[in-house]
């Protein structure tokens, strides 16, 4: 992770996804042969290498969502929370109808997520274990679960974690 954008590198077969960080938006980007090609809507919904999470969990385009409601507060985590409900904008093209955030009111800080697919029913649950202080003194995630439904796991029920090993 550097400067708004995160790199997960993976091998057998060789994979690498760039993640690129912006003030309004996410871009999820595949490094091929031909360069950096963005992930498409068409892929969005798509696995990442036989996990539970999705293209679009990896862009959390979620946070982006501009239609926002302030749900109540929660602790989580030592943190206090607000609890903001988002919906994809008009035709946005994604698979959650909906998504309730929990966000740190010290910091901004996305502590958890609960997704919910197009019945209304919960999809996928995204919780902050921990994080990790950059050299610049900035706080980002080190590791992430994401639990998926029975009905939008793709083997079993057991959570796939998401760990970012080192910031630059």
């Not at 929990?102 to 274990?129: P, T």
């Amino acid at each position: 992770m550097s400067e708004g954008t995160v790199r997960w590198q993976f091998a057998d077969p060789p994979q690498t996804l760039i993640l690129r960080l912006g003030e309004r938006d996410s871009r999820l980007e595949e490094i091929g042969k031909g360069g950096a090609q963005k992930i498409t809507a068409a892929r969005a919904d798509d696995h990442v290498r036989e996990s539970d999470i999705t293209y679009e969990d990896l862009a959390m385009r979620f946070l982006y969502w501009r239609d926002a409601v302030v749900e109540g507060e929660q602790t989580m985590i030592l943190q206090k929370c607000w609890i903001i409900r988002v919906q994809p904008p008009g035709k946005a093209g994604s698979q959650y109808r909906r998504v309730k955030l929990w966000i740190a009111k010290e910091n901004g800080a996305l502590m958890q997520a609960e997704a919910y697919g197009a019945d209304d029913k919960l999809a996928r649950r995204f919780k902050v274990i921990s994080g990790q202080k950059t050299r610049d003194g900035l706080w980002i995630l080190k590791q992430m679960r994401i639990e998926s439904t029975a009905a939008a796991a793709r083997k079993d029920r057991t959570p796939t974690y998401l760990e970012i090993e080192k910031p630059d």
